[in-house]
């Protein structure tokens, strides 16, 4: 099982920074991909950015040059600097840890992080 805690949500004006702060713990086999979801209320969850433990990192068409991912995979810890921030990034962020053998992965999630862009 694995324990994912995030941090770093709040309050923020347009064109704002914040940086979310997950860390992974418990029992886990080998966390591949870490990454950050984000949700608002009647639509799905869609990524925000992943970032495996060695190859490419992916972002949303929609934060690219605005959102950095970075992680620490000896302390199992992802960050999301979000600059330039817009009304329309206000939902609720999760952390996503993909652990297992390529290809079978199981999904754990963080319970989740409110952001709020507003002026």
């Known amino acids: 099982q694995v324990q994912l805690v995030e941090s770093g949500g709040g309050l923020v004006q347009p064109g704002g920074s914040l940086r979310l702060s997950c860390v992974a713990s418990?029992?886990?086999?080998?966390?591949?991909?870490m990454g950050w979801y984000r949700q608002t209320p009647g639509k799905q969850r869609e990524l925000v950015a992943s970032i495996p433990r060695d190859g490419l990192i992916i972002y949303a068409d929609s934060v690219k040059g605005r959102f950095t991912i970075s992680r620490d995979n000896r302390k199992n810890q992802v960050w999301l600097q979000m600059n330039s921030l817009k009304p329309e990034d206000t939902a609720a962020y999760y952390c996503?840890?993909?652990?297992?053998?390529?290809?079978?992965?199981?999904?754990?999630w963080g319970q989740g992080t409110q952001v709020t862009v507003s002026s």
């Open positions: 996503n840890a993909k652990d297992g053998p390529l290809g079978n992965y199981v999904d754990y």
């Open positions: 418990g029992s886990f086999f080998n966390i591949n991909i």
